[in-house]
């Protein structure tokens, strides 16, 4: 965007919306960083109240900004990196859980219930993705 009387300059426009983006980021990086704060020192509802602050902030922050703070980079960036967790994290998923299933019908190994239940998440995940992905290609 060029330099003129109606509009700022592109350095202008770039130093602005890195400011955006950092502002906003922090917000919720610090709501993140005060809710395991006041948690570790014991006041569960402060730590929830600073937590929702960040996440208000983070939201605030992309309201009130006068551009567009992501873009198809952006996107494609979260896409690539999306696809490349449900590799590792399915992958993981087909390994262990049948893996955990047949140690413990052996008695070579008892799983916790909290593995039990991690698995039973991944799963449920990759399930709602896959009626996500469905409904997004045949409606």
């Known amino acids: 965007m060029p330099a003129d009387a109606t509009g700022p300059s592109s350095e202008d426009w770039l130093a602005a919306r890195t400011r955006y983006r950092r502002l906003s980021t ?3 990086l610090g709501g993140v960083a005060g809710l395991l704060t006041a ?3 014991g006041f569960p509802l ?3 109240g600073v937590y929702w602050l960040g996440v208000v902030g ?3 922050v992309r309201r009130a900004a006068p551009m567009t703070l992501f873009d198809e980079r952006d996107c494609a960036l979260e896409r690539r990196a999306s ?3 449900l590799r590792v994290v399915g992958g993981a998923l087909i390994v262990g859980a049948p ?3 047949a140690l413990e019908q052996t008695g070579r190994l008892t799983v916790p219930p909290v593995v039990d239940g991690a698995l ?3 799963a449920t995940t ?3 993705f896959g009626l996500a992905y469905l409904a997004r290609r045949y409606a």
């Open 26 to 28: 922090g917000s919720l």
């Open 39 to 41: 948690d570790a020192a």
């Open 46 to 48: 402060v730590a929830v």
């Open 58 to 60: 983070f939201f605030a």
């Open 83 to 85: 696809y490349d967790a």
């Open 99 to 101: 893996a955990a299933a």
């Open 120 to 122: 039973f998440g991944v």
């Open 126 to 128: 990759f399930g709602v």
